[in-house]
């Protein structure tokens, strides 16, 4: 079974940098897309950035500018990927969750979660 497998989470003032990462536990597993969700207290989970094996990248309104979402590769799948967030704001507290699919058939992956949380 696939795991994602994510570091990089932790406590930084308003105005940090912190970088998330995410790999596949196997090295052979290629997906489709890969990206962050995210999940503060009492909100639902939402979407901060995807990137596909295309190199196609999608962002949040909220962290455009300031998120930026890499790949470790060019191949034809995507293993491994990073979210380097620059500029934090304490509404960036949250868990992040990293995401991926594979087709076909369409099936999804989810990471145990990182807590960041920005101090003001």
């Known amino acids: 079974q696939v795991q994602l497998v994510e570091s990089g989470g932790g406590l930084v003032q308003a105005g940090g940098s912190l970088t998330l990462s995410c790999a596949a536990s196997?090295?052979?597993?290629?997906?489709?897309?890969m990206g962050w969700y995210r999940q503060a207290p009492g909100k639902q989970r939402e979407l901060v950035a995807t990137l596909t094996r295309y190199s196609v990248t999608n962002y949040a309104d909220s962290v455009k500018g300031r998120f930026t979402i890499s790949r470790d590769n060019a191949k034809n799948t995507v293993n491994t990927v990073y979210l380097q967030m620059n500029s934090l704001k304490p509404e960036d507290t949250a868990v992040y969750f990293c995401?991926?699919?594979?087709?076909?058939?369409?099936?999804?992956?989810w990471g145990q979660g990182t807590q960041v949380t920005v101090s003001s």
């Open positions: 995401y991926a699919n594979r087709i076909p058939p369409y099936s999804e992956y």
């Open positions: 196997q090295t052979n597993v290629g997906f489709n897309a």
